[in-house]
């Protein structure tokens, strides 16, 4: 959930403590003037002394929170005050929609008072259905008017406890109406709580009990004709009930009468109340095609999947699990019908999938293909439509490809992050988040970091808010900060901010030719955090597994010492350039093979030439090779080095490979545009 912008909660906060919070002399700072690219940027060295004032910084209050949210976060199970009362606390943390779903979880295990739970749902609405008939009790126990609305709402919502069903039910059901017997009934099916739904169908007297007794038969795995329910005619079109029919199709092996029902049924006649369950039932059926090459199946099924939204439903604004599932079902389904050769089709499957999607990486991927895909099917003004919508990023792998699909230099966006005013800046410190951050920033703790600094771009929504985390990256000298809250900079196309998402560090000595790559890897594998270490123990600001490091120190006559991994950013680089220089080698100056092989080992990267063909002969387009390879992880990661090496060249070309105006087929070692 995209909670309130950075500036507007931290107005709030302090409207509701009455009080104005004292900023750090250092986050009073440098912010006096708008702030330009030329203006903001920092040496290296200014990053440093930051970063040490903070670690000499005494701990502050908000030490016992963080540790707390921690704990919160790990443990199995506690009360629901253990998690209400710290989302009160401290609100805006990281994962606090995680938190809550524990807290409403808790409730079904302990008695709650109702004042309390009243207390609390004013504040934070009830994430479950659950949870809100148990609002709506709670409110009639305490005597609140609005308890008939909440149940009223939670009756229409779907599953609730048994309990609370018939309580509801006794207490507010002669005001419930046959359509809201029927939208229950309809919630209900979807969500699979076939207890409730069979005693919910004997609320339901009116036209809809037909569709929704087929329904209920086909949930529980039967075929309505063949216990004698009569189907209403029209009933294909109804969402419900595609869904329900075509599923209970599919997992009783009848997959081909279940592909074909939704390939030829009529437009539907409705939304479907539960779209992320229908998308998913699409994407399992297209799968289904996919793996017996019907792709013409496949792409009919992906049109049906569109059906299931109106003009104005934005995907990528809703849940990341209705956004995974559009990236499962549109990317294969536009990928088959591409290599088939059906160009539109393709077209079509690419753009819905990049439409979907609210990530920078993701967007500029769906355009981009969809763009390659309308420029084979001879549909200009498509893909010139899609190369733009991809453009608009160009700090992005897909991005940059699009600019020169579309025969331009890559330039770096200018802009001006605002100079916030000292009663902003007093808001946005009054911010627990924020204060955290701080805290976390002093602290070390990199992988509990990631989640503050991650949430910090998430709820910013404006460009003086970013201009604030500007501010905070530079007090406390984290540079991974600017670099994590700085990929939601780059989804929100704030690019005033680039020179913290994209921050220099002082290289070693004779290393100069490897400065463009020394940065993009940094930024990738730990965000500039010279404290980061992996689950998997790899360390530093390159991330230098220890045995990879230790080898690497003897083929360079160092010496080798697993603390300095983390102590010596200067000898981190050392020994990471000089690796990154060994994979050039081995790989004959390519640099996308040599960051492959810098992730995944050198073996798998011969494994992958050897199965999908050498892109240095020509053999293969290196676009397509990177899109084979089989690690997810990997496959990322060049996309995203790569990326990050043509923009560091373009941002600082004083320092930078003079790689010209299309810097990413100069590290790609092809033609621009093609």
């Given at each position: 959930?995209?909670?309130?912008?950075?500036?507007?909660?931290?107005?709030?906060?302090?409207?509701?403590?009455?009080?104005?919070?004292?900023?750090?002399?250092?986050?009073?700072?440098?912010?006096?003037?708008?702030?330009?690219?030329?203006?903001?940027?920092?040496?290296?060295?200014?990053?440093?002394?930051?970063?040490?004032?903070?670690?000499?910084?005494?701990?502050?209050?908000?030490?016992?929170?963080?540790?707390?949210?921690?704990?919160?976060?790990e443990?199995r199970?506690?009360?629901?005050?253990?998690?209400?009362?710290?989302?009160?606390?401290?609100?805006g943390?990281?994962?606090?929609?995680?938190?809550?779903?524990?807290?409403?979880?808790?409730?079904?295990?302990?008695?709650?008072?109702?004042?309390?739970?009243?207390?609390?749902?004013?504040?934070?609405?009830?994430?479950?259905?659950?949870?809100?008939?148990?609002?709506?009790?709670?409110?009639?126990?305490?005597?609140?008017?609005?308890?008939?609305?909440?149940?009223?709402?939670?009756?229409?919502?779907?599953?609730?406890?048994?309990?609370?069903?018939?309580?509801?039910?006794?207490?507010?059901?002669?005001?419930?109406?046959?359509?809201?017997?029927?939208?229950?009934?309809?919630?209900?099916?979807?969500?699979?709580?076939?207890?409730?739904?069979?005693?919910?169908?004997?609320?339901?007297?009116g036209?809809?009990r037909?569709?929704l007794?087929?329904?209920?038969?086909?949930?529980?795995?039967?075929?309505?004709?063949?216990?004698?329910?009569?189907?209403p005619?029209n009933?294909?079109?109804?969402?419900?009930?595609?869904?329900?029919?075509?599923?209970?199709?599919?997992?009783?092996?009848?997959?081909?009468?279940a592909?074909?029902?939704?390939?030829?049924?009529?437009?539907?006649?409705?939304?479907?109340?539960?779209?992320?369950?229908?998308?998913?039932?699409?994407?399992?059926?297209?799968?289904?095609?996919?793996?017996?090459?019907?792709?013409?199946?496949?792409?009919?099924?992906?049109?049906?999947a569109?059906?299931?939204f109106?003009?104005?439903?934005?995907?990528?604004?809703?849940?990341?699990?209705?956004?995974?599932e559009?990236?499962?079902?549109?990317?294969?389904?536009?990928?088959?019908?591409?290599?088939?050769?059906?160009?539109?089709?393709?077209?079509?499957?690419?753009?819905?999938?990049?439409?979907?999607?609210?990530?920078?990486?993701?967007?500029?991927?769906?355009?981009?293909?969809?763009?390659?895909?309308?420029?084979?099917?001879?549909?200009?003004?498509?893909?010139?439509?899609?190369?733009?919508?991809?453009a608009?990023?160009?700090?992005?792998?897909?991005?940059?490809?699009?600019?020169?699909?579309l025969?331009?230099?890559?330039?770096?966006?200018?802009?001006?992050?605002?100079?916030?005013?000292?009663?902003?800046?007093?808001?946005?410190?009054?911010?627990?988040?924020?204060?955290a951050?701080?805290?976390?920033?002093?602290?070390?703790d990199?992988?509990?970091?990631?989640?503050?600094?991650?949430?910090?771009?998430?709820?910013?929504?404006?460009?003086e808010?970013?201009?604030?985390i500007?501010?905070?990256?530079?007090?406390?000298?984290?540079?991974?900060?600017?670099?994590?809250?700085g990929?939601?900079?780059?989804?929100?196309?704030?690019?005033?901010?680039?020179?913290?998402?994209?921050?220099?560090?002082?290289?070693?000595?004779?290393?100069?030719?490897?400065?463009?790559m020394?940065?993009?890897?940094?930024?990738?594998?730990?965000?500039?955090?010279?404290?980061?270490?992996?689950?998997?123990?790899?360390?530093?600001?390159?991330?230098?597994?220890?045995?990879?490091?230790?080898?690497?120190?003897?083929?360079?006559?160092?010496?080798?010492?697993?603390?300095?991994?983390?102590?010596?950013?200067?000898?981190?680089?050392?020994?990471?350039?000089?690796?990154?220089?060994?994979?050039?080698?081995?790989?004959?100056?390519?640099?996308?093979?040599?960051?492959?092989?810098?992730?995944?080992?050198?073996?798998?990267?011969?494994?992958?030439?050897?199965?999908?063909?050498?892109?240095?002969?020509?053999?293969?387009?290196?676009?397509?090779?990177?899109?084979?390879?089989?690690?997810?992880?990997?496959?990322?990661?060049?996309?995203?080095?790569?990326?990050?090496?043509?923009?560091?060249?373009?941002?600082?070309?004083?320092?930078?490979?003079?790689?010209?105006?299309?810097?990413?087929?100069?590290?790609?070692?092809?033609?621009?545009?093609?």
């Amino acid at each position: 959930m995209r909670r309130t912008g950075l500036l507007k909660a931290g107005l709030a906060t302090t409207a509701a403590l009455g009080c104005v919070f004292a900023l750090p002399a250092a986050a009073q700072e440098g912010d006096a003037q708008a702030q330009t690219f030329g203006q903001i940027e920092w040496n290296p060295s200014d990053w440093d002394k930051a970063r040490m004032r903070s670690l000499a910084a005494r701990p502050g209050p908000m030490t016992y929170a963080v540790t707390r949210w921690n704990q919160l976060i790990e443990q199995r199970s506690g009360s629901f005050e253990e998690y209400a009362g710290f989302i009160s606390q401290y609100p805006g943390f990281p994962r606090q929609d995680y938190l809550q779903g524990k807290a409403e979880a808790a409730m079904a295990d302990t008695y709650v008072d109702p004042a309390r739970m009243v207390a609390f749902f004013d504040k934070y609405p009830p994430i479950s259905n659950t949870a809100r008939a148990q609002y709506a009790l709670a409110l009639r126990a305490v005597g609140r008017p609005e308890a008939a609305t909440v149940a009223h709402e939670a009756w229409r919502g779907g599953t609730m406890s048994p309990t609370a069903e018939a309580t509801i039910l006794s207490m507010f059901g002669n005001r419930f109406t046959e359509a809201d017997h029927v939208a229950r009934m309809d919630e209900l099916l979807w969500q699979a709580d076939l207890a409730a739904a069979q005693r919910q169908i004997s609320q339901v007297r009116g036209s809809s009990r037909a569709l929704l007794m087929a329904r209920l038969s086909a949930a529980q795995g039967q075929d309505p004709a063949t216990i004698g329910l009569t189907v209403p005619a029209n009933a294909n079109s109804d969402p419900g009930y595609l869904y329900n029919r075509a599923r209970q199709l599919r997992t009783s092996g009848q997959n081909m009468a279940a592909r074909g029902l939704i390939a030829n049924a009529p437009a539907l006649s409705s939304l479907p109340s539960d779209q992320r369950a229908f998308v998913t039932e699409m994407r399992m059926q297209a799968s289904d095609a996919l793996a017996i090459g019907d792709v013409g199946t496949a792409v009919r099924i992906g049109k049906r999947a569109l059906q299931a939204f109106g003009p104005k439903d934005d995907v990528s604004q809703m849940s990341s699990g209705i956004r995974d599932e559009f990236e499962k079902l549109f990317y294969p389904v536009g990928e088959a019908a591409l290599k088939r050769g059906d160009a539109a089709s393709a077209a079509a499957m690419f753009e819905a999938y990049g439409a979907s999607q609210r990530t920078a990486p993701a967007r500029t991927k769906g355009f981009y293909f969809a763009g390659l895909a309308a420029d084979k099917a001879n549909l200009q003004s498509v893909a010139k439509r899609n190369y733009e919508a991809a453009a608009a990023y160009p700090d992005q792998f897909y991005g940059q490809l699009a600019h020169e699909k579309l025969g331009r230099a890559l330039e770096v966006p200018t802009g001006v992050l605002p100079a916030p005013s000292m009663a902003a800046r007093q808001a946005f410190n009054a911010q627990p988040l924020v204060q955290a951050a701080r805290e976390v920033g002093r602290m070390g703790d990199w992988r509990t970091a990631v989640y503050f600094f991650r949430e910090l771009g998430q709820q910013a929504d404006s460009p003086e808010d970013w201009a604030l985390i500007a501010g905070l990256a530079r007090e406390t000298g984290r540079r991974d900060l600017g670099v994590i809250a700085g990929r939601e900079a780059s989804t929100a196309q704030i690019y005033a901010f680039a020179p913290y998402a994209f921050p220099r560090i002082d290289v070693p000595t004779g290393t100069d030719r490897n400065w463009s790559m020394i940065h993009a890897i940094s930024r990738q594998e730990s965000q500039f955090a010279t404290d980061a270490v992996s689950h998997a123990g790899a360390r530093g600001l390159m991330q230098l597994m220890p045995g990879t490091a230790q080898e690497q120190a003897g083929k360079m006559y160092m010496s080798y010492s697993r603390d300095s991994l983390i102590g010596d950013p200067q000898y981190n680089m050392r020994l990471g350039s000089g690796y990154f220089a060994r994979m050039m080698d081995v790989f004959g100056g390519s640099y996308p093979l040599a960051v492959a092989a810098y992730n995944a080992g050198p073996g798998n990267v011969g494994k992958w030439l050897r199965a999908n063909g050498d892109p240095r002969t020509g053999a293969v387009d290196w676009v397509d090779w990177i899109e084979a390879i089989p690690f997810t992880e990997t496959r990322r990661y060049v996309a995203r080095v790569l990326e990050n090496a043509a923009y560091y060249d373009a941002l600082y070309p004083d320092a930078g490979n003079k790689s010209g105006d299309y810097p990413l087929s100069y590290y790609l070692g092809k033609r621009p545009g093609q």
